[in-house]
Structures are given as C-alpha cells and as structure tokens.
C-alpha cells in the first residue's frame, strides 16, 4: 500500500517541476539500476527536469538498457531541488555523501523509495516497505498513483529489478504479487526475454574461466557454510573483473548441502567485499552482514571490510559469527 500523506506530498512536489536527480546506489543491482532508470524515464515524462548520477560502474548484465548511457558520474549538485534514492538503505549508499554532501543536507527534497529493514524512513518524502520483494514494485505502485503512462520502456526497468531481485522468481521473496506485478509489466511492453538472456544467461568466456575457478575453491564448512574467496589476482590473471562474479553466489547457494553462502571477493583497492544468500527459512544471513557493518535482507546480504585482505583469519572470523 501506498501511504496516501506521502503520496500528496509528491504530488505537490512534481507539480513546481523541481530541478531533480535520480541517483543509482553504488551497491549496484538490477533492483537500483532499474527503480533509478524507471523512475529518470518518468520524470522525463512529467516535464520535470531530471539527471540521472551514479559512482557505480555498471555490470555488464544489466548494462543493456538503453538509458545507461545518460548516467553521469560528476555534476553541479547545488542546481538541484530535489533527489531520489531508489533501492537505498542508507542515504549515505549514493557515495557522493562526501564529496557532495548538499545531496544528504536538508537543502534538498529527499525522495527515499526502498524495501530494506534497515531503511529509516530518513527521506523528506518517504515510501519504504519492507514487504515487497523489490524497490521497483514500489515505484511501480508510485507511478501508478500519479497515473503516468508506462512505456516499454519504462516497464522493461521496473522488470529488470522484480526479475533481479526474486533470482528469476526463484527466491523465497517470490510472492503473488511478484507474479501480477510482473504480469501487468510485460502487458505494458516489458521485454522479459532480454531481461532473462542478460541477467542470469549470458556469460562470456572469461566468466566461465573465473566461475570455473570460485567453484574449484570452494569450501563447505561442517555447518554447512558454502563459502570461497576471490583475490583480484584472480581476476587479473584472466582478464576478468569482479563484475564477472555476478550470478555466482546464487549458483553456489543452490547447493541442498548449504545452509547458507557467503562469497567474498577483493575490489581493485583491496577491500573485501561479501554477499550471503540462503534459501533456508531458519537462516537470516542479514543478521550475519550486520554484524560486520552490512545489511540487506533477511535471504540476501552483503557487507565490506576496508582495505582488509582475503586471508584464512577472514574467513574463519565470517563462518564462527
């Protein structure tokens, strides 16, 4: 449900065409990327002037739609009136709160749409709902409410994030309301068949090289912890780059021997990044991330060490938490 105070709020917000900035998060995922993009083409739509910014490099799966190209990583931020953040649990995710702090200041309209527990309402305008499976369900509800006309392409972008965020409607996320949700999207011209070729079944060679050598260090621990390190030699040594990791930790949480899966792997500054997953009803890997900074949700997680190293001490740390 749309919480109808916040809804007006909007509604009197878009209506004095506010300069505005929709920023991606640089945890970036089909989720962000397609609530941010759905949300760009909208505004276009409404007349409003709208830049899209993100600090994120775009992995190459989700890199087809065709509005990635309009995305800027350097901008005035003083010009603008207002922002969203799409997919963001913390207003701090955008990464140019240092920077640009006037983007996290309360000299500008903050428009927070998430579905993270973690998220704390802190949006002058505010739809967070922990309930839905992704950020793009909300700003499907949104838009709906405002009664914008849902192009394709627009469509197209909010699937990319139901499909990313349910793990092609696999994950225990899936609710009926994935289903009609999705359903009413592709009615309205979303093209699920690119969206399915690029998310989870496209992968050149290099990936396969570095997939084949994750899953040959694979280690499951005697509490059924599916978990393996990545070093940015790893990378380095087949030219591939972590974003060839993507769709990696879903394959290796499908093991029926893991109760849950933790992938962690070296970003080019050395700091090691981690994803968790599981399938298990008795498991909260996000709980786990917390622990360590992170958050997520109940079934998916993540979280950073700075500037550490994937050494055996890491691991161990992770799996005795």
């Known amino acids: ?154 469509a197209t972008a909010l699937l990319l994030g139901i499909y990313g965020d349910t793990g092609g409607f696999m994950h225990q996320n899936t609710t009926p309301d994935c289903y009609a949700s999705a359903a009413e999207l592709v009615r309205l011209g979303a093209n699920i068949h690119k969206i399915a070729k690029n998310v989870f079944r496209s992968y050149d060679l290099k990936t396969l090289k570095l997939w084949a050598k994750v899953l040959q260090n694979l280690h499951i621990t005697s509490d059924g912890a599916a978990i393996v390190g990545v070093e940015k030699e790893d990378y380095e040594s087949i030219g591939a780059s972590r974003e060839d990791l993507n769709g990696i930790i879903d394959f290796i949480n499908s093991m029926p021997e893991a109760r849950y899966s933790v992938l962690l792997s070296e970003d080019e500054n050395k700091n090691v990044k981690a994803s968790l997953r599981t399938r298990r009803p008795d498991i909260d890997v996000k709980a786990l991330a917390e622990k360590f900074g992170g958050g997520g949700h109940i079934k998916a997680s993540g979280f950073t060490i700075k500037g550490g190293h994937l050494e055996k001490e890491v691991k161990w740390k992770i799996i005795q938490s």
């Open 1 to 154: 449900m749309i919480d109808t105070e916040q809804l007006e709020k909007l509604k009197k917000l878009l209506e004095t065409k506010p300069n505005t900035i929709v920023i991606v998060a640089e945890n970036i995922d089909p989720d962000a990327l397609g609530g941010s993009i759905g949300m760009y083409l909208a505004l276009k739509k409404m007349d409003i002037p709208v830049e899209l910014a993100s600090l994120a490099k775009i992995p190459e799966n989700i890199g087809f739609l065709k509005e990635v190209k309009d995305i800027k990583t350097d901008f005035d931020e003083k010009k603008f009136d207002a922002i969203f953040f799409i997919d963001c649990g913390d207003k701090k995710m955008i990464g140019y709160h240092e920077t640009k702090p006037y983007l996290i200041s309360n000299k500008i309209t903050k428009i927070n749409i998430d579905h993270h527990f973690s998220n704390d309402n802190f949006g002058d305008i505010n739809f967070v709902n922990p309930k839905a499976a992704s950020a793009t369900m909300i700003v499907f509800e949104v838009l709906k409410k405002l009664k914008i006309d849902i192009s394709p392409d627009i």
